[in-house]
């Protein structure tokens, strides 16, 4: 089997997985790597639960983390034939989780963000402030007791920021 078609058989069964524990998979990759291949499922409250008010600032926890890899694993030795060892790893986004779109942006106002653009939007190419909103295609950034309106399509990286 191919590594592409492996890769997508194992998100349909990780995604039903996650869903049946209320999570989202935000990420999934499969690498081979220095100590073999490691198959790597990142989770996430899913967006649908956190527009609604659903566990609302509630991260994934540890908890949420092996309950799932219990029941992936599981799953994946009945139903996928892997050509490989492989070790599974399952973890969350991390406290500064990357920001991939506009929904994201609209689910975390309020937090402190970081983004980088590929042009300079007022000058600059780099935006650390609170996510005041989205307008349209624009993340509405406050900085410096100032709003700035940051055009999601010139937006290369974006992060939450870790506050202490």
Avoid: N
């Amino acid at each position: 089997m191919r590594q592409d078609a492996l890769q997508a058989e194992i998100r349909l069964v990780a995604e039903r997985v996650s869903a049946s524990h209320g999570l989202e998979i935000f990420d999934l990759g499969l690498r081979r790597e220095p100590i073999g291949w490691v198959l790597r499922v990142v989770l996430d409250r899913s967006g649908a639960a956190a527009a609604a008010g659903d566990a609302a600032g509630e991260e994934i926890s540890v908890g949420d983390c092996e309950r799932v890899s219990r029941d992936l694993s599981a799953i994946l030795d009945v139903e996928v034939t892997f050509p490989h060892a492989y070790t599974l790893e399952v973890s969350s986004p991390g406290l500064d989780r990357p920001l991939r779109h506009l929904d994201d942006c609209r689910r975390f106002v309020g937090r402190l963000a970081k983004l980088v653009t590929t042009r300079a939007v007022d000058g600059q190419h780099a935006w650390t402030g609170r996510i005041a909103g989205v307008s349209g295609e624009d993340v509405v950034i406050e900085a410096a007791d100032r709003s700035r309106q940051i055009p999601w399509p010139l937006v290369s990286r974006a992060k939450l920021e870790v506050e202490f």
